[in-house]
């Protein structure tokens, strides 16, 4: 129920101007779906590091000391306890483990692959946009406002009727119009990129 009201800015201010290069290297840098999969690697590098340790076994000690009334005598013992791991080096887990984090590490290649190529089709849409908006600026709207004024000059003049001023007027409007689209289109993709490509916030990562 709010009213119709002008947004603070213009549409034109401080147009986007980004690189492929920087693009990509903040991308791989700063996503969350590159640093969750990250984390997969550290928890499977931790898992094998635990599997491994575990298969040298625990070193058991036990000392104690004994006094003799009769003999007037002291008496002190140590026992050394190890467990021989002959028939179970914990392989089967070591194995396990190590899988696992081989999956996480091509889980992690699979991510920054899959976010370089939705990079690619952003950008590339990003350039087509900025193309265009520097089109519109150079020729097509200049082109549109000489000829609306042309129109509007000879119907002033008496050289053109009002259906001809009416049509021009309306072929300068379009021709904004679609200038404006381009504007939200660029920016669109701008803040696609520069937000780390994270459209549909109710999306689960990775999807």
């Known amino acids: 129920e709010m009213e119709p009201a002008p947004l603070a800015g213009q549409l034109e201010d401080a147009l986007p101007e980004l690189a492929w290069n920087d693009s990509v290297s903040a991308l791989l840098t700063g ?33 104690a000391v004994r006094h003799n009334d009769n003999s007037n005598s002291t008496n002190a013992s140590l026992m050394i306890g190890v467990p021989l791991m002959i028939h179970n080096r914990n392989q089967g887990n070591i194995m396990r483990v190590q899988a696992e984090l081989a999956a996480a590490q091509h889980e992690v290649k699979r991510v920054e692959l899959l976010l370089q190529e939705q990079l690619a089709s952003s950008f590339r849409d990003y ?34 009727g009002y259906l001809q001023l009416l ?37 689960a990562p990775g999807q």
């Open 31 to 63: 996503s969350p779906q590159l640093a969750r999969a990250l984390a997969g690697v550290e928890r499977a590098q931790a898992a094998v590091a635990q599997a491994c340790a575990q298969r040298t076994p625990n070193i058991e000690t036990f000392a």
């Open 127 to 160: 350039e087509v946009a900025r193309e265009q908006v520097d089109q519109y600026r150079r020729d097509i709207l200049p082109d549109a406002t000489r000829s609306l004024e042309l129109v509007r000059t000879g119907y002033q003049q008496g050289e053109f």
């Open 167 to 203: 049509t021009a007027q309306q072929t300068y409007s379009r021709t904004n119009l679609a200038y404006v689209d381009r504007l939200r289109e660029l920016r669109l993709r701008a803040v696609e990129i520069q937000g780390m490509l994270l459209t549909g916030g109710l999306q």
